[in-house]
Nanobody
């Protein structure tokens, strides 16, 4: 069992940047693949980014490719999502998840954080 806590969300103007953090406890993060998902009001949770256990492989949704960067620091039991050039359509509650597999599918993730709200104003 691993507990995940997201932080770093907030209100930012379009074009701005934000870095989200996901801190793990209960188990070390090194044995998990990690992902970031987001959910806007009235929409289903959608894939944003994923990273394998070592950080050597990453995957991004087309909507964020080139703007967002996922990274991890296993020594700190933390995964990050650097978000640049933010757009109003990025507004959502952002969740980190832990998976036994490297996947873009939300069903592959066994553990989720509570989410952190990101609001991008136009």
């Amino acid at each position: 069992q691993v507990q995940l806590v997201e932080s770093g969300g907030g209100l930012v103007q379009a074009g701005g940047s934000l870095r989200l953090s996901c801190a793990a406890s209960g188990r070390t993060l090194s044995s998990y693949c990690m992902g970031w998902f987001r959910q806007a009001p009235g929409k289903e949770r959608e894939f944003v980014a994923a990273i394998n256990w070592s950080g050597g492989s990453t995957e991004y949704a087309d909507s964020v490719k080139g703007r967002f960067t996922i990274s991890r620091d296993n020594a700190k039991n933390t995964v990050y999502l650097q978000m640049n050039s933010l757009k109003p359509e990025d507004t959502a509650n952002y969740y980190c998840g832990a998976s036994q597999r490297y996947s873009v599918l939300k069903n592959a993730y066994n553990n989720w954080g509570q989410g952190t709200q990101v609001t991008v104003s136009s």
